[in-house]
């Protein structure tokens, strides 16, 4: 279906609001809160569309080499509420790439997750200068949102908030002296799309940040055989991490499921001054309490 031209600069953002509330808007793919604005423009909405998203993908938009991996522009971001006492929903205008993307029966071949892999590599040669989103900004995404959505100062601060999580062990993690490189966090098939000539556009950037390597491995294997094999298999083609990243993997995995065990949603004033974190207070629906 070919719509009719229209540049995203003409429309403002209530019109946008209107358009994403449509019942005749023509949804792309599977998704249900992403729609098309002209043949190339689309819309990501929700409440959980977020600025560090935006600015994620504007960021990794501006640092990635295209010949590698895409990543579609972003040309506007804002928020905007209903006016029916529910939370703000973020709406994200950017670019529309054409490809293939995998249905929830589909598996990746072999060749994309040679791709995947090659991709991954590429992140790992990509060092920031401070753990967290690639523009500062809270940390999002599976790792933290059960616990608070912290927004880290510094490699000393993320080390001693994942350790808070870590009561039950003698061993802590100890991630200073690791370099933080780019990671995604969120590779399930459905957010690369695949262009014809078998080059791929990565897409959900809310979780990326700069972190280190292994904690790209440690989501992975938190969502194994979420997609068949699929985790496995990418997992055996990246580079192997050392015996130390493994170790640091492991109690970083910990960490994580001690998160959904004790639930540190709320953490007392006495724990966040120790911890000296800067906290955004989680919204009702973002907690499982």
Known sequence: MTLSPLNNEDLCDSEIVQHCADPHRQLVGASKNVVRLSDDTVVKFGWDVTAEEASNKRRAFELLDRKIVRVPQVYRYFSQSNGQGWPKSGYIVMEYIRGKVLGEDETSSNEQVKRIAQILHYFSTLQGDHPGPLEGGISLGLLWEENGKPVFKNMQQMEKWLNFRLP????????????????????????????????????D??????????????????MECAHGNYELDLIERIEKLTEDEENQMQLLQRSFYNGIKYSFVSLSVTATDLLGLTFVKPKIHETLE
């Open 168 to 203: 039950d062990v003698e061993s802590k993690l100890g991630i200073m002296s690791y370099p933080l490189v780019l990671c995604h966090l969120d590779l399930a098939p459905r957010n690369f799309v695949w262009l014809a000539d078998g080059s791929a556009s990565l897409l």
């Open 205 to 222: 950037w809310s979780s990326a940040g700069f972190y280190p390597r292994f904690f790209e491995v440690c989501m992975l294997k938190i």
